[in-house]
T-cell receptor, first 113, second 112 residues
Framework: GAGVSQSPSNKVTEKGKDVELRCDPISGHTALYWYRQSLGQGLEFLIYFQGNSAPDKSGLPSDRFSAERTGGSVSTLTIQRTQQEDSAVYLC???????????FGQGTRLTVV | RKEVEQDPGPFNVPEGATVAFNCTYSNSASQSFFWYRQDCRKEPKLLMSVYSSGNEDGRFTAQLNRASQYISLLIRDSKLSDSATYLCVVRERGSTLGRLYFGRGTQLTVWP
């Protein structure tokens, strides 16, 4: 596609359930980033992929969070046993290699009730 | 210490004004620099890259001072549509090989 695509755009889930968030980067972009943003707050780094490997996963808040990227393209962020503090907008971005600016998807708004 | 520091503002300026935002970064090995804008409840959008020689895009001018580890963004002839949060972004070299560090953002409101 022309831009970064994220799905779903909105997700409401019950506390304790697992969720999967998907990111489809711009074709040919080797770098992929996950951030999250709570209302009125800055961007919180979660994980960064270069190709299929994650040289930096230091931002994952707990072992309930995991992410993978396959085929150097689509990435999935999984949150297990969701908690209310996981509620946020999860943003994915991609860039061409590790040098240019990154382009964001529209995000997935996750609400844990 | 945060990797990227910005004055959060808010900056409230009239249409037509010139406004400048500043940003400092902590890692002297940083490689690439960018300004993004983020509208309320929207995703950040790349505004412009920042080069050592300084660069201009219409009403927007970005400057980088590597010695002082300082980045700036100047907006001339402000428009109502410039109202947004402006994010300073730095990419580092080294083991993280391209991770992007975002400042908290500077909020700008342009009033008629």
């Amino acid at each position: 596609g022309a831009g970064v695509s994220q799905s779903p755009s909105n997700k409401v889930t019950e506390k304790g359930k697992d969720v999967e968030l998907r990111c489809d980067p711009i074709s040919g972009h080797t770098a992929l980033y996950w951030y999250r943003q709570s209302l009125g707050q800055g961007l919180e780094f979660l994980i960064y992929f270069q190709g299929n490997s994650a040289p930096d996963k230091s931002g994952l808040p707990s072992d309930r969070f995991s992410a993978e990227r396959t085929g150097g393209s689509v990435s999935t962020l999984t949150i297990q046993r969701t908690q209310q503090e996981d509620s946020a907008v999860y943003l994915c971005a991609s860039s061409l290699g590790g040098s240019g600016g990154a382009f964001f998807g529209q995000g997935t708004r996750l609400t844990v009730v | 210490r945060k990797e990227v520091e910005q004055d959060p503002g808010p900056f409230n300026v009239p249409e037509g004004a010139t406004v400048a935002f500043n940003c400092t970064y902590s890692n002297s090995a940083s490689q690439s620099f960018f300004w993004y804008r983020q509208d309320c409840r929207k995703e950040p959008k790349l505004l412009m890259s920042v080069y050592s020689s300084g660069n201009e895009d219409g009403r927007f001018t970005a400057q980088l001072n590597r010695a002082s580890q300082y980045i700036s963004l100047l907006i001339r002839d402000s428009k109502l549509s410039d109202s947004a949060t402006y994010l300073c972004v730095v990419r580092e070299r080294g083991s993280t090989l391209g991770r992007l560090y975002f400042g908290r953002g500077t909020q700008l409101t342009v009033w008629p």
